[in-house]
């Protein structure tokens, strides 16, 4: 397997379809085996993703990204995740781990009529709304002074009844992240992101900034006699399957029957409205 990020000085660059390089990782065994840093040597979404193409890249990571290179890509056949930030090194181990967010498009105001490609840098493009004041690249997807930082943060989840599902205080250790990074889903980040060490907040999150809404494509069957192992899962079990490029996919058994099993991939919190108390516990520069 082949990642690409859109690369700048070590860190995620801000936007897809202004990047001049990518460093590209070569992943073997759910592990990274070398990486190196390739120039574009042009512009434009459509350039890029054929650029990817012919550097046999199966996945990109980018900030922020807009409906036209997420059709150029997908196109090309190449995975989007979208809005990282941060160092790229630990996007890709955030990539691998499966824990990296994939936000979508993230850059709005650039659509499939319109694109602020042909515009020089400072000046306005007079078909988005207000004006994008030289185009949306270098503008991190989540806004503040601790983005790009390793954080540490303790944090206490409910559900709306008050059950709690997690909590850092009860395993006696923060948890630690880059914020903007991906790592976290977009409304924890969110609220880091300008947060003061020793401040305590509490947010309520929609599904839309926490794992989503659960996606009916992420449910599939497969016959038991080829998956070596499945005669003995039940109905419940939480089970990891791996993928052609040896990541692990963490998977719920949602059926069962006598000759088929059905998973589902969606995240056990899709759908769910969340609170979180966070503390912040320390910023490391």
């Given at each position: 397997m082949r990642i690409a990020v859109a690369y700048e000085d070590g860190m995620v660059f801000q936007h897809f379809g202004h990047t001049e390089q990518f460093k590209i990782y070569d992943v073997a065994d759910g592990g990274v085996v070398s990486a190196?840093?390739?120039?574009?040597?042009?512009?434009?979404?459509?350039?890029?993703?054929?650029?990817?193409?012919?550097?046999?890249?199966?996945?990109?990571?980018?900030?922020?990204?807009?409906?036209?290179?997420?059709?150029?890509?997908?196109?090309?056949?190449?995975?989007?995740?979208?809005?990282?930030?941060?160092?790229?090194?630990?996007?890709?181990?955030?990539?691998?781990?499966?824990?990296?967010?994939d936000t979508g498009v993230n850059c709005d105001h650039h659509d499939e009529a319109h694109s602020c490609g042909g515009q020089e840098d400072g000046e306005a493009c007079g078909g988005c709304p207000g004006g994008c004041h030289g185009g949306c690249h270098g503008m991190p997807m989540i806004e503040g002074r601790n983005v790009?930082?390793?954080?540490?943060?303790?944090?206490?989840?409910?559900?709306?009844?008050?059950?709690?599902f997690d909590s850092s205080y009860d395993r006696g250790e923060p948890l630690e992240f880059v914020c903007g990074a991906g790592m976290m889903?977009?409304?924890?980040?969110?609220?880091?992101?300008?947060?003061?060490?020793?401040?305590?907040?509490?947010?309520?999150l929609m599904p839309s900034e926490a794992y989503g809404e659960a996606d009916p494509n992420a449910v599939f069957t497969i016959d038991i006699s080829e998956l070596p192992?499945?005669?003995?899962?039940s109905v419940g079990d939480r089970v990891y399957l791996q993928d052609m490029y040896g990541r692990q996919i963490p998977v719920r058994v949602a059926a069962k029957d006598e000759t088929t099993i059905t998973f589902d991939?969606?995240?056990?919190m899709?759908?769910?409205?969340?609170?979180?108390?966070?503390?912040?516990?320390?910023?490391?520069?």
């Amino acid at each position: 397997m082949r990642i690409a990020v859109a690369y700048e000085d070590g860190m995620v660059f801000q936007h897809f379809g202004h990047t001049e390089q990518f460093k590209i990782y070569d992943v073997a065994d759910g592990g990274v085996v070398s990486a190196e840093v390739i120039g574009t040597g042009g512009t434009g979404h459509e350039a890029l993703a054929s650029f990817l193409k012919d550097h046999s890249v199966d996945a990109v990571i980018c900030g922020a990204v807009g409906s036209g290179a997420q059709a150029a890509l997908a196109e090309q056949g190449i995975e989007m995740c979208a809005g990282a930030a941060g160092s790229a090194d630990q996007a890709v181990a955030a990539y691998l781990r499966g824990e990296l967010v994939d936000t979508g498009v993230n850059c709005d105001h650039h659509d499939e009529a319109h694109s602020c490609g042909g515009q020089e840098d400072g000046e306005a493009c007079g078909g988005c709304p207000g004006g994008c004041h030289g185009g949306c690249h270098g503008m991190p997807m989540i806004e503040g002074r601790n983005v790009g930082k390793t954080c540490r943060t303790h944090y206490r989840g409910t559900f709306n009844d008050g059950t709690q599902f997690d909590s850092s205080y009860d395993r006696g250790e923060p948890l630690e992240f880059v914020c903007g990074a991906g790592m976290m889903i977009p409304g924890f980040d969110a609220a880091v992101a300008n947060m003061d060490v020793g401040q305590s907040v509490q947010i309520h999150l929609m599904p839309s900034e926490a794992y989503g809404e659960a996606d009916p494509n992420a449910v599939f069957t497969i016959d038991i006699s080829e998956l070596p192992g499945a005669e003995h899962a039940s109905v419940g079990d939480r089970v990891y399957l791996q993928d052609m490029y040896g990541r692990q996919i963490p998977v719920r058994v949602a059926a069962k029957d006598e000759t088929t099993i059905t998973f589902d991939a969606n995240h056990e919190m899709a759908g769910k409205e969340l609170n979180f108390q966070i503390e912040l516990v320390e910023v490391l520069e």
